[in-house]
Nanobody, 114 residues
Framework: VQLQASGGGLVQAGGSLRLSCAVSGRIDSMGWHRQAPGKQRELVASVTSGGRTNYADSVKGRFTIFRDNAKDTVYLQMNSLKPEDTAVYYC????????????WGQGTLVTVSS
């Protein structure tokens, strides 16, 4: 399984960005995590193969995760961005068969200026 993330950049507070993560291989759930300087990596959002989503409280109502299975790509639409959203964002994929494995893409930097 390989993941290729893209879409980060610099945006002003209140703006929007869309991150993309292209996946090769058969996967189950996918998600986005982020890591800000000096902080631990945290889950931002995840989506199962059945389309069930989960969001961190800090991004609910602002971020949307969705999958395009035809393109083997997962997206993170980020609206109403805040300076505290500044972080390196990582996509990940979980495979549950034959064993549970988690794969990570390279990070993409999102910087939100005030």
């Amino acid at each position: 399984v390989q993941l290729q993330a893209s879409g980060g950049g610099l945006v002003q507070a209140g703006g929007s960005l869309r991150l993309s993560c292209a996946v090769s291989g058969r996967i189950d759930s996918m998600g986005w995590h982020r890591q800000a300087p000096g902080k631990q990596r945290e889950l931002v959002a995840s989506v199962t193969s059945g389309g069930r989503t989960n969001y961190a409280d800090s991004v609910k109502g602002r971020f949307t995760i969705f999958r395009d299975n035809a393109k083997d790509t997962v997206y993170l639409q980020m609206n109403s961005l805040k300076p505290e959203d500044t972080a390196v964002y990582y996509c990940n994929a979980v495979v549950t068969w034959p064993t549970v494995n988690t794969y990570w893409g390279q990070g993409t930097l999102v910087t939100v200026s005030s």
